[in-house]
């Protein structure tokens, strides 16, 4: 396999011999290993590696950007994405100053998942599986499992040199349940940075969440209407991400006349309570890293600060666009892609309330719990709980068919009268945008309480 770092250290070398308003090389090899069951039947597994990389250059404004497989001829390609930006760029180039970073960050993991023979995860799925089919009334179920470790240097016209190692490890069960005539299901999505240990031992989990399947073939639905609704630290999480952190990315503000209208710094959003928070800086995290894939480094940024809006995220271009600093929010999928502005751990901070001081003074309402899908559009949002149960005087009591929560996210931020003390992080799934899914990212939340929430059902 070729020393990407003795690559780099070349290109370096060409990229001072170019004119451009900045250039970029950015060069990556990765291993990777995945397992699929569809039911009973192993569908793939299989290992992999892999190594690419890009040029991107900034012309007056216009970008180009040439991806390889190949770290041959390598000049040609940097002077192909120049050729590109010439051929668009037709401004003055923004890009908000940085220093210069040279770096070397190590993967902070024990273990490189990738290299744990894949019988020994097989065994682990099987194990699983076994669980889910002694489970009567199971129609059909599948486990995902997935692993990568990735080494990525950066270097640019700026004088740049990071290298940086990530792993990444995730797992997902779906499980299907019928009597005949209904049909429900329930899931389990969790993932690491690439701590195998992670997706081990879940046996118990992976019990109930068949069991739950089997269960809501027998529960009620929700009768449709407002509710108090109060929402666990994963939906909450999510919520949080789908429904409002994509509004606060700068190349979507940035481009939205209605957006920008909307998403005005200083504007109230929620209660002084209310604190969001993007951070790719907190170590160990799907999400974390030391430097965004432009070399910047990561920052804890406020998306709203005591219920007022007073940040948003950027890369070096939006943040020079809309004049703003830059919080280091660049993040690529993988070297066939140029960074575009991500989130990366996103979350409510906790406030002090108890799960009982939230219910208790409920008489009737409900607790939606888990995550099972949703569409956002704007600032509407439709989800789908997993699992819901109805909250009687105080108390969490039946068993829900999954419920569906319908609304505007700014009045259901303005509506969130309660914040709890108990600040989970879900590590499960991630983010896609732009055709690059899914990003490692995580999201978390307390517990939180919604006022008049439009709940879907008969
Ligand atoms: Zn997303």
Redesign the pocket.
Known sequence: MTDIAATAQQLAEVIRRYQADYIEARLEESQTSHITYRGRELESIGRAVAAGGNIRALVKGGWGFVSFDSFDELPGKVELAIKQAQFVGNEVSQLAAVEPVVDSVPAGIDRNPVTIPLAEKKGLLDEYNDIIWRTPKVQTSVIGYSDSFKKVILVSSLGSNVEQAKADTSLRVNIVATDGSEVQQSGISIGSRGNFDEVQGLHRQVEETAQRAVELLAAPQAKGGEYTVVLDPILAGVFV??AF??LSESDFVYENDRLKEVMVLGKTFGDEALNIVDTAAIPGMRGSYRYDDEGVPATRTYLIREGKLVGRLHSRETAARMNEEPTGNARAINYRHPPIV??TNTFIEPDKASFEDIIGDIKEGIYARNWYGGTTSMEMFTFSAGEAYMIRNGKVAELLRPVVLTGNVFTTLMNIDAIGNDLEMNQGG????GGQVP?P?SNGSPHIRIRQCLIGGR
């Open positions: 991400h789908e952190g994509h991500r989130m991630g983010c896609g945008k990003l990212v």
